[in-house]
């Protein structure tokens, strides 16, 4: 497997740092407006060029912009064109010669309750617990139910993995955060290995995978994240990792350093390396450490170093 880390906004300086820490690979975006409604290939091809020429490669692309699926994934008037937009950006990935579009249905985003949460020597930790949700306003167009957002989904998924598919490239499903629902009143449908299965099973195709985000499935299971690896691992259905540790599940969790959570991190990358696993893991979510940058080198480094050596004792680092 390969050691990859997100880094949204492309600098020489960051694109240094990666090469310095021991980083192979980038899960990024191209420069994008609003109104472009998707990525444009020169864009995309840029990015790559950049990337290529200091040793690295763009192991996938972060999702769309938001403003282009806000209506895809909460069902209302307009998808069909985002949909269309949606299909021309996956050419064009396609055609620009990156691999995979890490994507995401949340009906709203990413839910924390808490960014001041502390862990191991005070460092700060994002936080969720769901008894502070119960009375959240309506953040969707309208009340969202499973039955709805899935719906929505399918509709989205029918129409889009084929065109995935013909260009060559593949959708890795990322979890809700957190997995739990309502929200806000809207739906959080990718929740538990069920959901996951379903959508597999729903558009059959070599495009249909997962971006199996390890902190998420975490908040679902606890230690029985061991389990869904196996699970997702053995189809040959998970197309990168998430490679991050918390402390709790479901209702209530905290983010944690890659070392101080609930999982025995060494035992996951052992199942990784027993699934025949051999694409590109990243950690993310960092909890923020004391005189550290905005963009959290140390916190990287500390999480890159250790996930590396974990690999290494598994016995599954591959080489740049």
């Known amino acids: 497997m390969r050691v990859a880390m997100g880094m949204m906004d492309i600098t020489d300086e960051g694109l240094q740092f990666a090469r310095q820490i021991g980083v192979t690979d980038l899960v990024t975006r191209p420069e994008c407006r609003p109104e472009d409604g998707h990525y444009r290939l020169e864009a995309l091809e840029r990015l790559r060029e950049r990337v290529e020429a200091a040793g690295l490669r763009v192991a996938a692309i972060h999702d769309v912009h938001p403003a282009w699926n806000d209506k895809i994934r909460t069902g209302m008037p307009g998808r069909d064109a985002q949909i269309d937009h949606y299909c021309q950006s996956l050419l064009n990935i396609g055609r620009a010669g990156i691999p995979i579009l890490g994507y995401s249905f949340h009906a709203v985003r990413v839910w924390r309750t808490s960014r001041h949460t502390r862990g191991r020597g005070g460092v700060l930790c994002t936080s969720y617990d769901h008894v502070l949700m119960r009375d959240a306003p309506l953040m ?79 908040e679902m299971l606890g230690p029985a994240v061991l389990d869904a690896i196996r699970h997702f691992g053995r189809q040959g259905k998970v197309f990168y990792v998430h490679f991050r540790n918390v402390v709790g599940t479901v209702p209530r969790f905290r983010e944690a350093l890659i070392d101080a959570g609930d999982i025995d991190m060494l035992a996951a990358m052992r199942v990784w390396k027993e699934v025949g696993f051999d694409g590109p893991m990243m950690p993310d979510h960092h909890p923020v450490v004391v005189g550290d940058s905005a963009y959290g080198h140390r916190a990287r480094s500390f999480a890159i170093g250790y996930m590396k050596g974990l690999m290494e004792a598994a016995g599954c680092l591959s080489g740049a």
Do not use: K
């Not at 399918?154 to 929200?183: C, K, N, Q, T, W």
């Open 140 to 218: 969707a167009p309208r009340v969202i139910d499973d039955e709805t957002q899935w719906a929505n989904y399918s509709y989205f998924a029918e129409r889009v993995i084929p065109v995935a598919e013909e260009a060559g490239v593949r959708m890795a499903l990322h979890p809700d955060d957190p997995p739990i629902s309502p929200i806000a009143g809207a739906a959080c449908i990718m929740r538990s290995v069920d959901a996951f299965q379903r959508v597999l099973d729903m558009v059959p195709s070599p495009a249909n995978g997962i971006l199996f985000c390890q902190g998420c499935f975490t």
